[in-house]
């Protein structure tokens, strides 16, 4: 009996003794029973999750566990029940009375009945919160200055605004981690995002389109940070009355945002926008290093800015907006590449104003400049491409003509610019003047090979163009003669045709063997009233060249089917009337077209006429050719070839 008392009171002792351990201990201490009740805790274990004791014991440890680390839990639980282990050790969120979650080092053990049953679980709870959001702030710094670092390097290479910002925030995604990052900037006082990284194209639209909106705007946390210059900081986007679209956000996994402005020399400029997943993202810490990082971003910007402004006062004329010479010449080296590639020429045109000192000595320097600037105002649009443009000196400017087919073309596109600039009346402090200019053509390949050359040669044909008092010169002086003889007769030509001064005589064509008259070959000529006849030798090109062939032509069939009509009636012996083609008319898409509408005048005009074609002109494009002249044929037209054979290596 005095052993049995003994062990007895050993046993009250051990009890008490562990009991004040489980009492008093600064960690919390619980047990559950085989399905996970709270069965008992101490009172540091109570404390930590803030419910009172009869709370507690009333709850699961599943009720305390955050939804997040429950499946965990049930694994290793269940580990314990199939006697898989005996103690396990995780590291998990409680969620505490009034939704406060904390965060625990949680070491449990199994106690078993004399079956090997489970009886109970016991574990030991360590509060590790604080260490864990420690732990959360480095590893939230260490993405920040990632971030930073990587942006900073970025800034030291990059050249473009463009790529500045989609990098920037591609970093932010990437290296910082962000869900989303967005750079945007003010323009003509609107806000425009520039550039986003992240995957929610949805919520992305959504800001486009707020932003876009004058109103809906000013209601922004982007505005308020570019009003104030100072970051605009939302740690539960969620709850906060200042976040539009808190709803989308929350569905796109966003739950903090900051937004902070770019600023250059005192001016917001824009602002980058960073959206992070956890809440309370922002703090003391991240945003001293943020704050750098768009310090470092707006550098950039500043500096971005004065580099393209520097490249383009390399490049451009600040008065007006035109190129300098410098790039007109770059631009004039691409251009005749493009011509020797194409096969065609290109026109280089110099020009200066009259009377341009006169009118800057006399109404002022800031008059001449405005005409200056509506001259090239009225250049580029009346060429429509004002990279053909330049200007070269005071009042002297250059442009190109990209893509000359005949010599004479240059000529026809002077001419149409200057009768145009002529025409054009200048508006100088109320009063209008209309302004004379000179001008210089040097052509390629003619005149020089490279932009260099044909810019001194349509300089020199300006300077003498200026000295003999002539409106323009080509730099070649055969070359003026040879298209103002041109223009000339394609300025007569064009008269000719107004005043119907071509005819159509008529060549018998004789069937040897019988001696009659099977047909007549129709032959124009020019009644001109200065000279008389003048031969076709003398102009077909020049209507060729000029396009005035097709209206020519049109006319030549149907004055030949007139006539034919017109003999026919009178009671003549009719034969057909052939009538030559010319290449061009083949290929235009109408030609066909013309014949139906031309020989849809009587039933008889078909039977008439004869269309004379080369076979070299078939040969240009024989699919095509033959397609046409079949369409012809089938009408009851007459197609005849002339100098048949001599394509013959054509068709080999």
């Known amino acids: 009996i005095t052993e049995q008392r003994q062990a007895l009171m050993e046993l009250e002792k051990s009890e008490s003794w562990f009991r004040s351990i489980f009492e008093n201990a600064n960690t919390g201490i619980a047990s559950t029973d085989a399905v996970g009740r709270l069965t008992s805790f101490n ?4 404390a930590m999750l803030g419910y009172d004791a009869e709370e507690l014991k009333k709850m699961n440890f599943s009720d305390l566990t955050h939804p997040e680390d429950l499946e965990i839990s049930m694994v290793y639980f269940d580990e ?22 904390i965060w625990v080092d949680l070491s449990a053990a199994v106690i078993r009945d004399e079956e090997g049953k489970v009886a109970s679980l016991v574990a030991v709870i360590q509060d590790i919160t604080e260490r864990r959001q420690a732990e959360l702030r480095i590893k939230r710094l260490n993405r920040v200055l990632a971030v930073l670092s990587q942006i900073n390097s970025l800034i030291v290479r990059v050249q473009k605004r463009e790529e500045l910002f989609s990098e920037a925030c591609r970093i932010a995604t990437e290296a910082g981690g962000f869900r989303m990052a967005m750079i945007a900037i003010v323009e003509d006082g609107r806000i425009a995002p520039i550039a986003f990284s992240g995957k929610d194209e949805e919520l992305q639209a959504s800001i486009r389109t707020v932003l876009s909106s004058g109103e809906s705007a000013q209601k922004t946390m982007v505005y308020q940070a570019i009003t104030e210059k100072k970051p605009v900081i939302s740690n539960d ?22 937004v902070f402005p770019l600023v ?21 810490e991240e945003l001293q290093l943020l704050s750098e990082l768009t310090g470092d971003i707006s550098f950039a910007i500043d500096h971005i800015d004065k580099q393209e402004r520097l490249n383009y006062l390399a490049y451009y004329d600040v008065l007006t907006g035109l190129a300098n010479r410098n790039l007109f010449l770059d631009r004039a080296g691409q251009f005749i590449r493009a011509a020797e590639s194409g096969r065609h020429g290109l026109a280089l045109v110099i020009f200066d104003l009259e009377r341009f000192k006169n009118i800057n000595d006399s109404l002022g320097r800031l008059v001449g400049d405005a005409l200056l600037k509506q001259v090239a105002s009225w250049l580029s649009e009346n060429t429509g491409n004002a990279n053909l443009l330049a200007r070269v000196g005071t009042d002297q400017f250059a442009m190109l003509f990209p893509e000359i087919r005949q010599d004479v073309d240059a000529a026809r596109l002077v001419e149409k610019t200057l009768a145009a600039f002529l025409d054009h009346w200048f508006l100088l402090e109320g009063t209008e003047f209309r302004i004379g200019i000179k001008l210089g053509i040097a052509l390629f390949p003619d005149d020089g090979a ?36 041109k223009l ?43 000279s008389g006849l003048v031969h076709p030798g003398r102009f077909i090109t020049i209507l060729e060249e000029t396009g005035l062939i097709h209206e020519v032509g049109r006319w030549a069939l149907r004055k030949a089917i007139e006539d034919y ?3 026919r009636e009178m009671g003549f012996s009719a034969v057909r009337i052939a009538v030559n083609v010319s290449p061009i008319q083949l290929r235009n898409p109408g ?17 008439g006429l004869e269309l004379e074609i080369t076979e070299s002109m078939i040969m240009e494009d024989v699919t095509r050719a033959v397609s046409s002249l079949k369409l012809i044929h089938d009408m009851g037209v007459t197609v005849a070839i002339d100098d048949f054979g001599t394509g013959f290596s054509s068709l080999g």
């Not at 200042?242 to 903090?256: I, P």
């Open 43 to 46: 009172e540091t274990f109570r």
């Open 80 to 101: 314990i029940l199939a006697g898989k282990r005996d103690h396990y050790r995780i590291a998990k969120r409680y969620v505490a009375k009034h939704d406060r979650i």
């Open 237 to 258: 986007s969620l709850n906060d009355p200042r976040v539009l679209f808190s709803r989308k956000y929350a569905e796109s996994g966003v739950n903090s945002m900051a």
């Open 264 to 284: 250059v020399s005192n001016e917001a400029v824009g602002v980058i926008a960073l959206y992070s997943e956890e809440r309370e993202f922002f703090h003391d």
């Open 450 to 485: 490279d932009a260099e050359t044909l810019f001194g040669n349509a300089e020199a044909a300006l300077k003498m163009a200026k000295k003999g008092g002539d409106r323009y010169l080509f730099h070649k002086k055969e070359m003026t003669e040879t298209v103002a003889t």
């Open 488 to 530: 000339s007769m394609e300025n007569q030509l064009r008269r000719a045709i107004e005043n119907e001064e071509f005819v159509l005589h008529y060549q018998p064509k004789v069937n040897l063997s019988s001696g009659k008259v099977v047909a007549a070959e129709a032959l124009i000529r020019w009644n001109d009233p200065q």
């Open 565 to 567: 009509l017109r003999w």
């Open 591 to 607: 030609f066909v077209s013309d014949i139906e509408k031309k020989i849809g005048v009587h039933e008889h005009a078909a039977e």
